[in-house]
Every structure is written in C-alpha cells, then in structure tokens.
T-cell receptor
C-alpha cells in the first residue's frame, strides 16, 4: 500500500526557532508537495518538487524553504517560526493523472 | 476568482437520504478530476476518480459535465460514517501537471 510518512503528528515550537518538517514516501514518485491547511482557507500549496534537488514555489512560499536531497524525502523548513505559521502541514506525493497521496499531517503550534 | 469552486455547506441530511454535491472548474482543458474525502483533523484521502463516462463505486456516483465545466458526487443511502468534508480536485494548471483543490463541502449525516 502506498505510503507517505510525516515525522511528527504534533509539534510545539517557539517564535524564532528553525523548524524542520520531514516527509518520506515509498512509492518512487518524482512529484512531492507541501501544503498548509487552515480553517476557511482550504489547502494552500507552499512548495513542490518534480525531482531531486529541484524545487518550485507554490502559492504561499514566504517564510518557508524546502530541501529534496533524495527522491523519497522532501523537507519543509521554517527559517524563523512565527505565530502565523501555526497550522496543519500536509505532505503529498503522486502524479496528477492518479491523484495525490497525503501524509497524516503535522499540526504545528508556534508560541 | 477561485479556480475550483464548491458550496462549503454544511449539508445536514438524515440517515438514508440521497445527497449530491457539485463543483465547478475554470479551465476547459482540465483532464483529471477526483473527489477526496477528509475527516475532521485527518488528511484528505482519495475517494474516487471521475471519468468522462461517469463512474460508480457502491453508493457513490461521480459525473463529469465538460460542457458546463462541473463535476458532481452523488451519495445514496447516506450513513453516519459518510459525515466528512468532500474535496473536489481538478488539474487546473495549464501545463497539466498540478492538481487544484476546492475548499470542500461539509456533509453531516444525522440519525
């Protein structure tokens, strides 16, 4: 069965901390995505990657960066966490013709 | 304007009812269409793809109307366990390689 694993379900970080969210997929997909989801705003694309060492900005990249050193791993980095980055973060992988598979999400609280 | 639009609901229906959701999309060149289901505080999960000829999976029927640029999801004999948010998903990107998620329609099935 297809699997996307996010390293943490819940995280609490302090304002100004550097935060790493890890995502690993076992499906050999080229495409991986990071979204955040907030009440009333739906899913918003932060960054995506079509291949190793390749990254593209999504709709809301400000305050975030990403790393894709290996095909199976796509990391989201909050350079200096702020309270407005408190959110549910969802990683996904897949192709548009088959739909994406999501990880179980990381609920991040920045205090 | 939003590229993929859904009525956010909530749709409150009794058990056993039939309920239908519609979703409109803006890109007439879109080729891939899906319905996802998302339970509260969980990740979205693929419910079904939507094919041009329409398709059925048990109590769920999906239809595509290219001329009017909408897709629909029909749920027959609603169960309490159908309560969730249903996301309409379309590949809206002109390059054809990204999926765009609607904001979701919330369904609540009551005893």
């Amino acid at each position: 069965d297809v699997k996307v694993t996010q390293s943490s379900r819940y995280l609490v970080k302090r304002t100004g901390e550097k935060v790493f969210l890890e995502c690993v997929q076992d499906m050999d997909h080229e495409n991986m995505f990071w979204y955040r989801q907030d009440p009333g705003l739906g899913l918003r694309l932060i960054y995506f990657s079509y291949d190793v060492k390749m990254k593209e900005k999504g709709d809301i990249p400000e305050g975030y960066s990403v790393s894709r050193e290996k095909k199976e791993r796509f990391s989201l980095i909050l350079e200096s966490a702020s309270t407005n980055q408190t959110s549910m973060y969802l990683c996904a992988s897949g192709r548009e013709i088959n739909g994406y598979t999501f990880g179980s999400g990381t609920r991040l609280t920045v205090v | 304007r939003k590229e993929v639009e859904q009525d956010p609901g909530p749709f409150n229906v009794p058990e056993g009812a039939t309920v239908a959701f519609n979703c409109t999309y803006s890109n007439s060149a879109s080729q891939s269409f899906f319905w996802y289901r998302q339970d509260c505080r969980k990740e979205p999960k693929l419910l079904m793809s939507v094919y041009s000829s329409g398709n059925e999976d048990g109590r769920f029927t999906a239809q595509l109307n290219r001329a009017s640029q909408y897709i629909s999801l029909l749920i027959r004999d609603s169960k309490l366990s159908d309560s969730a948010t249903y996301l309409c998903v379309v590949n809206e990107d002109n390059a054809g390689n990204m999926l765009t998620f609607g904001g979701g329609t919330r369904l609540m099935v009551k005893p």
